[in-house]
């Protein structure tokens, strides 16, 4: 029998699996309360996934709001936090859509099917936004790299994303691969896409106007992923976790990239006033949202939803995470070329209802009303926990075990091979290798650059005439977060941002994922809300703002949470993508630069953690005015022409930047170290710190440049020749560097 409204008010007493659907009994009374009455099966399902914590962000809440109230003023930032993505103008009329979020738990139940639909997802924020898809990028953690569990998760994490972005056309041009035990049961799978659009072009997810039509469009909805992402999301995983298998989407990534081209034409023909994809939540989602930010209201008519599975029952439908659909609310005058449109791209669409100005989400059922609730209570008014939290027991102990006590390496060459070799910093090839990151032609940088870069002026239609690029990195450290959540989240801004600048792209907006254990552990809790402000501090001191982006909680097996993992996102921008500078030694003859200052800085370190399996003391202290400055010197030295080569120093200090930049072209260098101790000056890893080459012509107007902005500049020596030469320390062949950097993964994972 139907639950409908009418049987929800003569059945007071029935009693309802809100508990099974993941909401507490408080939460379950306020729906009561909010109705008047019990809610309807149909009414319990919208608001247990909508009021789930991925979907309500009820424990984030109060602390994201700093993103707002401390935002810098950008003149750049056209949509800001709130909808699908955040929109920045890139300039000459044309402006760049971007965001990252996480698909973490379902990557573990179904490694291929959780990480090629959280590709699918993200690219379907953007396109929601009125934009064409342009690239990806991906942020991926796991347990150690001899785990079993590792070996399981990667490969098929790996295929995954390969798999869709592949089929989409889209390509990969960068992000992360690394490892620590504290992943082990809950790999991070962060995806991100970045899109274009012209910047008086942008949709937003709204339903205006009464008598406009909601049309679902897109595959059919199945069964698949039923509760999926916001389930999943909102709990920890315990050893049975396998058996939520069935909640976990499968994509189709063939209809999705007809699903792109469609939309394109649907908002060329100005079909199209309002947009919103059927992520996580499904139609539940969609429709709330929509209703919420429109005039109010919505008639659905639920047995109008095409289905791949006749047996679903209406909940299911409203619960479903099908991928590759997409609601759209259309004037009445418009359905018929709307309708057309979809055709000639053999995409199914269907009218499932009408926006109305009561106020009220109305949902039928073979002819009963079976949801009549104000949508804004689901989508907008859901809990808001101000959770406990304070500092870690263990915290002050953690931070007094520095790295001062570890016994100091006598062989520094035999320490830089064995950095370059350990998972984390070891060549990512064997992964990258299977993305496509020069579809489409318009890649300009790709891994192992720092960041990744594309032209703009061949993507898309009448943009022949900019010279414009975009340029984008993630960056994020667990370790440094675990020490210090508040320096953690900054350092990884920080990174990202300098990243960005190496390439003279000039860094603009921020998007995060912000990757924790749960949020009901006041330690887990105190983790987060220092981690959120030192992250809204910074971006201020920056000058970039939070465009939006995701928090993953309940990434814990058990009581043991992982590592605070803030990842960040920074687009930047370049105003001529041929001046951009290219990764490393890229020719002999060249000075050897290192900008930024370097201190005796190892807590959280790469060799700590390779030599010694250590963690403890503190990060690399945070130089947000140094960042700044270094940006202001890369970006402005490109666009003289001044730079020829660069790379930014971070994990494994400047050792591990110095063997990068001779492997990536094959260019060997010899450097003389400006500092008393080899050790420090090889493997610190201070921050705020640049690796750059120029000519020797150019390098006195690079050096009043750098002395303008107050940013030491120590001359190292000069590129060229086989090896890796630093005078009195060490001597190594080019091709040992890269024998010793490219074995570690495929020894893994190629049998």
Not at 192 to 213: E, F, H, M
Not at 259 to 265: P, R
Not at 736 to 745: S, V
């Amino acid at each position: 029998m139907t639950d409908s409204v009418e049987r929800a008010a003569k059945t007071p007493d029935d009693p309802q699996p809100y508990a099974e659907l993941g909401m507490k009994p408080d939460e379950y009374n306020r729906v009561r309360e909010i109705l008047g009455r019990r809610p309807t099966s149909s009414e319990l399902a919208i608001y247990s996934v909508m009021w789930s914590e991925h979907c309500s962000y009820k424990s984030s809440k109060v602390h994201l709001r700093q993103f707002g109230t401390k935002a810098p003023k950008s003149e750049a930032l056209l949509v800001g936090m709130g909808e699908n993505a955040g929109v920045v103008d890139i300039g000459d009329g044309w402006a760049a859509t971007f965001k990252i979020e996480s698909h973490n738990h379902p990557s573990y139940v179904e490694p291929h099917q959780g990480a090629a639909t959280g590709v699918g997802g993200i690219v379907r924020d953007i396109m929601s936004m009125g934009a064409r898809p342009v690239a990806v990028m991906d942020s991926l953690r796991f347990g150690a790299l001899d785990a079993p569990d590792t070996r399981r998760v990667l490969p098929g994490v790996v295929e995954g994303i390969s798999f869709y972005g592949n089929c989409l056309g889209l390509p990969n041009i960068g992000g992360e691969l690394l490892f620590d035990d504290c992943y082990i049961g809950n790999p991070l799978v962060n995806a991100l896409c970045v899109g274009l659009l012209r910047k008086d072009q942008i949709k937003l997810a709204t339903a205006p106007g009464p008598g406009n039509k909601v049309v679902l469009f897109g595959a059919r909805t199945g069964p698949d992923g039923i509760g999926g992402a916001s389930v999943l999301a909102s709990a920890t995983f315990e050893d049975e976790s396998h058996a939520k298998r069935p909640a976990v989407q499968v994509g189709d990534p063939f209809m999705e990239k007809l699903l792109i081209e469609c939309c394109l034409e649907l908002f060329e023909a100005d079909v199209v006033v309002g947009i919103q994809d059927l992520g996580a939540a499904g139609v539940s989602c969609a429709t709330t949202e929509l209703a919420a930010k429109g005039t109010g209201g919505m008639r659905v008519d639920l047995n109008r939803v095409p289905l791949r599975d006749p047996s679903l029952l209406p909940e299911e439908i409203l619960m479903s995470e099908s991928q590759e659909r997409m609601m759209a609310v259309v004037v009445p005058d418009d359905i018929d070329a709307f309708m057309a449109i979809c055709a000639r791209w053999d995409v199914p669409a269907t009218v499932i209802g009408e926006v109305t100005d009561t106020g009220r989400l109305v949902m039928t059922w073979d002819g009963e009303v079976i949801v009549d609730i104000p949508p804004g209570t689901a989508a907008d008014e859901g809990p808001v926990y101000e959770r406990p939290y304070h500092e870690p027991s263990g915290q002050a102990a953690l931070n007094a075990d520095g790295p001062a006590r570890l016994a100091r390496p006598s062989d520094l060459r035999a320490t830089l091979l064995s950095l370059l070799g350990s998972p984390n910093v070891a060549s990512k090839e064997w992964v990258t290798s299977q993305y496509d990151r020069y579809v489409r032609g318009n890649t300009v940088l790709a891994m192992p650059a720092d960041a990744g870069v594309l032209r703009i002026g061949e993507i898309m239609p009448g943009a022949e005439e900019t010279d414009r690029g975009i340029a984008l990195a993630t960056d994020g450290n667990g370790r440094f977060a675990r020490l210090d959540p508040y320096a953690g989240a900054q350092l990884a801004l920080a990174e990202a941002y300098r990243n960005v600048a190496v390439t003279g792209a000039r860094p603009l907006a921020v998007t995060n994922c912000l990757n924790f254990g749960s949020p009901e552990d006041p330690e887990v809790m105190w983790q987060f809300a220092e981690a959120v402000r030192g992250l809204a501090d910074a971006c201020k001191t920056l000058g970039v703002p939070v465009t939006g982006g995701n928090v993953s909680f309940y990434n814990q097996t058990g009581a043991t949470a992982i590592n605070p993992t803030p990842v960040v996102g920074v687009l930047g921008v370049l105003d001529d993508v041929g001046k951009r500078v290219r990764h490393g030694f890229t020719e002999p003859g060249l000075r050897i630069l290192l900008l930024g200052e370097t201190r005796d800085e190892l807590g959280g370190s790469e060799w700590a953690h390779v030599a010694h399996r250590h963690l403890g003391g503190l990060p690399p202290e945070v130089q947000l005015e140094a960042e700044r400055s270094l940006a202001a010197i890369l970006v402005t030295a490109a666009e003289r022409g001044l730079l020829v080569g660069s790379h930014d120093v971070s994990d494994g200090g400047l050792a591990v930047a110095l063997a990068e930049a001779a492997m990536a072209h094959g260019v060997g260098g010899t450097v003389r170290l400006p500092g008393e101790d080899a050790f420090v000056d090889l493997f610190s890893e201070s921050s705020a710190r640049a690796l750059v080459t120029v000519r020797p012509e150019s390098f006195e107007e690079f050096a009043e440049l750098c002395a303008r902005h107050e940013v030491p500049c120590s001359n190292l020596g000069a590129t060229g020749g086989q090896e890796l030469r630093v005078e009195d320390v060490l001597e190594i062949p080019v091709t040992e560097l890269r024998a010793a950097h490219q074995a570690t993964l495929p020894a893994t994972f190629s049998a």
